[in-house]
């Protein structure tokens, strides 16, 4: 069964840069996570989506930061512009309900010089 | 005071030896709870679900303790290959569905 699969993998870019990560989540995972990883932070929820809809942004750092997601299998971040701050690794997530169990991808692992 | 907290460690560990971590979490209301394992420079893998009393698969052991707030994870028999770092994972004080990760307990596991 496929898992969850984000691209890129890696992405380096100069800071000012437009930055999309992308998403599919497990088919037929109603919910899809957004975090964002950093050593001092630790793992920190961006947003979540419930059937495509935006339920909870709060955790979206600022107005530079937005989420999409147009059907059910697809999802995208975007950073613009982006910020040596912002370099994290940022990881994608899909449960089949919200009290089941999140499955992650393997990340993006977002460098912004 | 955050919503879940968790001992960084490092805990290190021979092989062969028991180690069991704890987690203090807010949200009393909380139904369900996660233990995730993640390798360095990997994603967090799902170890276990908590969602009673308890539950147990093979070597680990993870216990809920509602009256102090706090979930543990055992590993019996430690290997070698249970060197990660351990992520706790509760249900949110501000938000249906929210889930909060701990920032985990690093175990090393020695020869």
């Known amino acids: 069964d496929a898992g969850v699969i984000q691209s890129p993998r890696h992405e380096v870019t100069e800071m000012g840069q437009e930055v999309t990560l992308r998403c599919k989540p497990i088919?037929?995972?109603?919910?899809l996570f957004w975090y964002r990883q950093t050593m001092m932070r630790g793992l920190e929820l961006l947003i979540y989506?419930?059937?495509?809809?935006?339920?909870?942004d709060s955790g979206m750092p600022e107005d530079r930061f937005s989420a999409k997601m147009p059907n059910a299998s697809f999802s995208t971040l975007k950073i613009q512009p982006s910020e040596p701050r912002d370099s994290a690794v940022y990881f994608c997530a899909s449960s089949l309900s919200g009290y089941q169990p999140q499955h992650f991808g393997d990340g993006t692992r977002l460098s912004i010089l | 005071r955050k919503e879940v907290e968790q001992d960084p460690g490092p805990f290190n560990v021979p092989e062969g030896a028991t180690v069991a971590f704890n987690c203090t979490y807010s949200?009393?209301?909380?139904?369900?709870f996660f233990w995730y394992r993640q390798d360095c420079r990997k994603e967090p893998k799902l170890l276990m679900s908590v969602y009673s009393s308890g539950n147990e698969d093979g070597r680990f052991t993870a216990q809920l303790n509602r009256a102090s707030q706090y979930i543990s994870l055992l590993i019996r028999d430690s290997k070698l290959s249970d060197s990660a770092t351990y992520l706790c994972?509760?249900?949110?004080?501000?938000?249906?569905?929210?889930?909060?990760f701990g920032t985990g307990t690093r175990l090393k596991v020695l020869a």
């Open positions: 949200n009393s209301a909380s139904q369900s």
């Open positions: 994972v509760s249900p949110s004080t501000s938000g249906t569905y929210k889930y909060i």
């Open positions: 088919s037929g995972h109603d919910y």
């Open positions: 989506f419930n059937n495509n809809v935006p339920i909870d």
